[in-house]
């Protein structure tokens, strides 16, 4: 999916930024698709620091906030890196699938309707966004869709001013849950897989089939109705996805990030909507060693998934 987004030659090191931590690694190859982690570090971050927010200041001093990537970079060992893929916090950016009802007539004019699309969905004006579009399998019906992430260019900026004052080049940025979700990446197997990522005010949610997403849903909830909310998507997957397990798009692993969140918990909720326990996938899993104890899978998945790039 993602190679489909972007540029080739990814820089092997990557970033993770949060809103409670920067983690910062470089990955070595030990296998066809697998990965250790070589250098790694992780810094938290004072309170209010960084606020992330899709509309309004994510960073509240980039003076303070450029110690603290010095600091996970120098203890990491990576101080003289200078090209990063970077991982934005989920509530930065907006990812969605835009679904065309017909087709344009032209290029520019599906341009336009892709922008309109895009403000509805995003609800910012297509001119203040950075938007990455990526054409993807049409739904049921044949309608055309569209794999799209958002960024306000204010508040990328704010970002992209601190690489360039630390000499940096960030060539691949991208919302964390677009970068943990590589790791559910696959060309070649049947079955879907779905990726739960938390974040402070709920969660977002890709289905992956194959090397695709085929559903994207950000979720505003409180902890207490998360359960129930994790319950509705997967309802509308088995009601409108899914088949059964003749089928072979029927769900089959699940990816769960982040520390609030409990596997066994989200496979009981799964066994209820589907009919059937899910394969909760490990680290090791997708392909990702995680030799130090003190690594959190976590704090590395979006910047490892993103660094896993180097060597597609």
């Not at 559910?184 to 974040?199: A, E, P, V, Y």
Request: charged letters at 25%.
């Amino acid at each position: 999916m993602l190679e489909n987004i972007i540029q080739p030659n990814y820089p092997k090191a990557a970033l993770g930024l949060e809103q409670e931590s920067v983690t910062a690694l470089a990955l070595q190859r030990e296998g066809r698709g697998r990965f250790g982690i070589k250098q790694a570090a992780t810094v938290d971050l004072p309170e209010h620091l960084l606020t992330p927010n899709f509309i309004e200041q994510n960073i509240k001093s980039p003076a303070e906030m450029i110690v603290f990537l010095e600091e996970a970079v120098t203890n990491a060992g990576l101080r003289n890196r200078k090209r990063w893929s970077v991982s934005l916090p989920s509530n930065t950016a907006r990812t969605a699938i835009l679904t065309l009802e017909s087709e344009p007539a032209s290029k520019d004019e599906l341009s336009q309707v892709l922008d309109w699309k895009a403000e509805n969905t995003f609800g910012v004006p297509a001119g203040e966004l950075r938007i990455t579009r990526r054409k993807i399998t049409s739904d049921t019906v044949g309608k055309s869709r569209y794999f799209a992430t958002a960024v306000k260019l204010s508040v990328i900026d704010e970002y992209e001013t601190l690489f360039e004052m630390l000499g940096w080049q960030a060539g691949l940025i991208l919302p964390r849950a677009v970068s943990e979700a590589n790791w559910l990446f696959n060309k070649n197997k049947t079955g879907d897989s779905l990726l739960i990522s938390s974040q402070p005010d709920g969660f977002v949610a890709l289905i992956m089939r194959g090397a695709e997403p085929t559903v994207v849903r950000s979720v505003t909830c409180t902890e207490s109705e998360r359960d129930d909310e994790i319950y509705r998507l997967l309802m509308f997957y088995r009601d409108r996805l899914g088949g059964g397990d003749a089928s072979e798009n029927f769900l089959e692993k699940l990816l769960v990030v982040g520390k609030d969140l409990a596997p066994a918990k989200l496979n009981e909720i799964a066994a209820e909507a589907l009919g059937r326990t899910l394969n909760i996938l490990q680290p090791e899993d997708v392909g990702l060693n995680i030799p130090n104890q003190a690594l959190n899978f976590d704090e590395v998945a979006a910047p490892a998934g993103l660094a896993a790039l180097g060597w597609k």
